[in-house]
């Protein structure tokens, strides 16, 4: 067997971690990569966990996108499933590993990519750990909450948060002909991607599906002998009978590894990382939701645990982890910072600096907002659509934007990326030639009209 010309690790799997792998066996194929992974799959696709709770997608095996085997053969890398990573030693290019049915043992390498990802956050309350209380994030907890509606009668669940992941459940559960209530003191249902008049389109929206819209934080568990969560207790002091309690109240940077390696780490817990995805030492490098990412809108380093942003930061480590002095290493140019979710057929779509934080990343910001049609509004199926967009009003440049409909909104969300990126003004995007038919667009189309209404207002 050949000797390799280096070796590395990649520590973690989903999307960063396998996307690092291949990327660093591509640019380096005489280097020997190694992939561990604490659980049995290394690829799967997260964000359709909702979907497969909900029946929609009926077999957990469609979410899986690589099995061990079959990425080992295709992408190069070594793999070892339900691996746990115990510690690394940078200084001393060890890693400590533990396997199934083996003692933890020490192994040398090179190079080392930290994509541990993230982890749910807690509530910190008495009777979380009951065995109908579930957070959403691995193909574990997706199986672990099928595996429960199938055996337990659940007439009402509480869904603690009211980000994506739980309007997606929200649904996940109506879709099973469950009663939801969701629990957000914040601002309510998707508060991070809509406000003001927005804001009161989704939630009435949720709210004619049939979801119950609390602005009230959970505060007590009650449950029984058989640790089951049976209420849920509000900060208002109302008691909220259930069967089940999904908790989905974001995540966090999972860096326990990276900071015991005394690898330095961001407020938040992220790993510090340059552009390049290195870390503070120099053998180190990491990607996915472990790090922090560059928003081109205002230079900010924003936290944004999403695949895409995933897939990149990973590709970046791994083609950097590989390189051995050959060319210019690979940069992470930034996000605008674009999302978008669909619940109850809703499309709701978010991209750059929302109105409400503009002000805190230096902007005199205002935001033009109109409410138009999906298609030409007399054509059969045409839907009500929403766009609102952020200007930066000294220069009329376009640095945000949110659209929400049935129809056609994200992917209307989708064309103010580049805008965004490329420092538009308003003015500018209100002469764009956009398609037109009556089946799928207006002869203005929304964007067209707001820009237009905007530079107006400028």
């Not at 899986?64 to 990573?85: C, I, K, L, W």
């Not at 749910?120 to 957070?135: C, K």
Request: glycine share 8%.
């Amino acid at each position: 067997m050949p000797i390799p010309s280096q070796r590395i690790a990649v520590i973690g799997g989903v999307a960063a971690g396998p996307a690092a792998a291949a990327q660093a066996v591509r640019s380096d194929p005489k280097a020997e990569v190694h992939l561990f992974e604490q659980g049995p799959m290394i690829s799967y696709g997260a964000c359709e966990i909702p979907y497969y709770v909900s029946g929609q997608i009926e077999r957990v095996e469609t979410l899986v996108q690589f099995d061990p085997e079959r990425f080992q053969n295709q992408r190069g890398a070594r793999v070892h499933v339900s691996t746990m990573v115990k510690e690394i030693h940078p200084s001393r290019n060890r890693l400590v590993a533990e396997g199934p049915g083996q003692r933890a043992s020490e192994e040398r390498f090179d190079k080392f990519i930290i994509a541990t990802g993230a982890k749910p956050r807690r509530l910190n309350i008495d009777g979380e750990e009951s065995t109908n209380v579930f957070s959403v994030r691995s193909l574990n907890d997706a199986v672990d909450i099928k595996n429960f509606l199938a055996a337990h009668r659940v007439r009402h669940a509480v869904v603690v948060g009211g980000g994506y992941i739980g309007a997606e459940m929200a649904e996940a559960l109506v879709h099973r002909q469950i009663r939801v209530t969701i629990l957000d003191p914040v601002g309510g249902v998707l508060h991070r991607y809509v406000s003001g008049p927005l804001q009161d389109i989704v939630q009435e929206h949720l709210q004619k599906a049939g979801v119950q819209i609390r602005r009230e934080r959970a505060v007590r568990f009650d449950f029984d002998a058989a640790n089951h969560v049976s209420a849920v207790t509000t900060d208002r002091g109302e008691r909220i009978g259930c069967q089940l309690v999904i908790v989905a109240i974001g995540t966090e940077p999972n860096t326990c590894l990276a900071k015991e390696a005394g690898i330095r780490l961001r407020a938040n817990g992220a790993v510090d990382v340059d552009d390049q995805m290195r870390s503070s030492l120099p053998n180190v490098w990491a990607c996915g939701d472990t790090v922090e990412v560059r928003r081109v809108v205002d230079g900010k380093q924003i936290y944004l645990p999403l695949s895409p942003t995933a897939f990149r930061t990973a590709h970046v480590a791994g083609e950097n982890a590989a390189r051995r002095g050959r060319g210019a290493p690979a940069t992470f140019a930034g996000v605008v910072g674009a999302s978008t979710v669909k619940v109850f057929g809703l499309e709701v779509a978010r991209v750059g600096i929302p109105l409400e934080d503009a002000s805190d990343s230096g902007f005199d910001a205002f935001a033009e907002r109109v409410h138009s049609w999906s298609r030409v509004s007399f054509y059969p199926g045409a839907r009500r659509l929403h766009v609102e967009l952020v200007v930066e009003r000294s220069r009329g440049r376009l640095i945000g934007g949110t659209v929400v409909g049935e129809e056609g909104a994200a992917m209307r969300a989708n064309v103010l990326v580049p805008l965004i990126w490329r420092e538009w003004r308003v003015r500018d995007i209100r002469d764009l030639d956009l398609v037109y038919a009556p089946p799928v667009a207006p002869s203005i189309d929304p964007l067209l009209t707001a820009a237009h209404r905007a530079a107006q207002r400028l």
